[in-house]
């Protein structure tokens, strides 16, 4: 092993981080002017794609997700097509559960379905950690892809603590979030063990991922907007804290994204993120605003969104005229990097978000 080599979670000698200083991307995660409005969309790799749906075909999603060529090939796919500033790692927040053995599969058009919902001590005492070993076609298939990207960074992902605990407890995706909220209140040292468990089984994942050489990390925490600020402050912050508090040294800057998060994100930033990715519901101007009046001695807020995913059905001259409001919005923050508010909708023509990225290319940095 030569110094350009560091040891992975499994063992084996992988490349080093490749040094990527120019990319528009990482220098806006930094805090840094980059070079131009860097922009990469969430669920940017599926089923807006038809490539995506060829290659798909007679292979389950969670199979795609741990077959290291497939899962290189699909993360590339929207890369090749659509130009944009960052790959993100073909995965899914239920991954890392299946890897360690629990019994969850995705049904197409549902979501996330899980055998044996946990709601007990007992459930959460059974419930299996993850070896990093279980992932290893993960960090194989981020090998690949690090040969393949050039100088586009790759982002790897995880669920946060909050959102796999809603799937693991409801069962399977929910509207309300019903008995997820009735055990964080009623049974609390149950909720905080099982917390506690998620937030280790995700800090696994994503150091894998980091060991393997993503260039930043994002923690998806899609459903924290179905809680008060006190409840997330007194049930979530603490184990999402202990997700990006775990990756502080990793040297990537970490994303911390949820939906309907307007009233959340000085909390969720607080949890140790580098960039506060927001839904399309607040203007980016006065999300950078309140992040600011919350920490006034912290560096400048950067922001990630947020154009409303449902816009891009509007027709071109809405798309843009929406994508320049964002802009314009987004250089109120001390960096921007642009993306939706949420993921790409299954029925987007993915022509419009080829030109979306050409628009946002247009756009002045400052
Ligand atoms: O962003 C990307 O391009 C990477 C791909 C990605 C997937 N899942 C692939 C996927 C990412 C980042 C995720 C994360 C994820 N998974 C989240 C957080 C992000 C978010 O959108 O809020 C959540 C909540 C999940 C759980 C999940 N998995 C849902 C709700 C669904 C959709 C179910 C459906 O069919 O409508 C999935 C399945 C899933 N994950 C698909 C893809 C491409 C569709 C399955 C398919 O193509 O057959």
């Known amino acids: 092993m030569t110094s350009t080599q560091v040891t992975t979670a499994s063992g084996r000698g992988t490349p080093a981080r490749r040094p990527l200083p120019d990319a ?12 131009r409005v860097p922009v990469w969309f ?20 969670l199979a795609a997700c741990t077959d290291p ?8 796919q929207p890369v090749r097509r659509h130009g944009v500033d960052a790959a993100i790692l073909f995965s899914d927040i239920v991954v890392p559960l299946r890897a360690a053995g629990v019994d969850v599969d995705i049904v197409a058009g549902t979501g996330p379905v899980v055998a044996n919902p946990v709601r007990s001590d007992a459930d959460v005492a059974n419930l299996p950690l993850l070896d990093p070993d279980q992932v290893s076609p993960v960090a194989d298939g981020i090998r690949l892809l690090l040969g393949e990207l050039a100088d586009t ?22 509207r309300n979030h019903e008995r997820t909220k009735a055990l964080m209140h009623a049974a609390p040292a149950t909720w905080h063990a099982l917390l506690d468990r998620l937030a280790t089984v995700a800090l696994t994942f994503l150091n894998v991922q980091v060991a393997a050489g993503v260039d930043a990390v994002q923690l998806f925490d899609s459903w924290a907007g179905a809680l008060s600020e ?9 184990h999402s804290a202990k997700v990006l508090g775990g990756l502080a040294d990793a040297g990537v800057p970490r ?14 930033r607080s949890a140790g993120a580098d960039v506060v990715g927001v839904d399309w519901r607040l203007p980016l101007d006065r999300a950078a605003a309140r992040l600011r009046a919350a920490a006034p001695e912290a560096a400048e807020p950067v922001v990630q969104g947020n154009l409303d995913p449902a816009v891009l059905f509007a027709g071109s001259s809405v798309v843009a005229e929406q994508a320049r409001r964002v802009a314009a919005e987004g250089r109120a923050a001390g960096g921007h990097v642009f993306n939706l508010g949420h993921g790409v ?19 002045p940095v400052r």
């Open 24 to 35: 528009p991307f990482l220098a806006a995660a930094r805090g840094e002017t980059p070079s």
């Open 42 to 61: 969430m669920r940017q790799a599926g089923r807006s794609l038809p490539e995506y749906r060829e290659l798909r075909a007679g292979t389950p999603m």
């Open 69 to 76: 060529g497939m899962l290189a090939e699909i993360t590339l």
């Open 153 to 174: 960074p790759l982002i790897g992902f995880a669920g946060a603590p909050f959102t796999l605990a809603s799937y693991l407890v409801e069962g399977g995706p929910s």
């Open 230 to 238: 006190a409840e997330y402050r007194e049930f979530v912050l603490p």
């Open 255 to 268: 994303i911390h994204f949820g939906v309907g998060t307007a009233e959340l994100l000085p909390a969720m």
């Open 345 to 363: 909708l299954p029925d987007t023509d993915p022509d419009v978000l080829t030109r979306l990225v050409e628009v946002v290319h247009e756009q």
